[in-house]
């Protein structure tokens, strides 16, 4: 039954591509979270999914954190009022940083994979208020569970 076999085959790619989904961030100078900031400020996506960082607001852009990824994974950085889509396929732990406003504290964090978020790392090289902005994401992260 070749024709029965090709739409098993088209269902079962039409449901892979379903599974790998898209999250949208905002880049904002004011939020429900103050003054320059991702909407949402946390993702927990699945491996394989894609977060778009979009340029609600000006003067933005979304870039990885030196040293604050997965190893093996790729760093990245947007342009200043650039839309990106990023796709996370290594499991792990992904600060992002807006690069003008990272001294305002400019910054989410991206869980791919289940992992528990206490176990995240944050680097302490940060500058103070964005440290705290991560801290106050993963306490907050920790206690929704
Ligand atoms: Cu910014």
Known sequence: MPIRYAAALLAT????AAL???HEVKMLNRGAG???VYEPDYLAIATGDTVKFIATQPSHNAASVLGFLPDGAEPFKGRINEEIEVKFDVPGFYGIQCIPHLAMGMVML???GELPVGDVQIPTSLPARARQRFEQIVERASSAY
């Open 13 to 16: 790619l039409f449901c892979t």
């Open 20 to 22: 790998a989904e898209v």
């Open 34 to 36: 103050g003054a320059m």
């Open 110 to 112: 991206i869980q791919v």
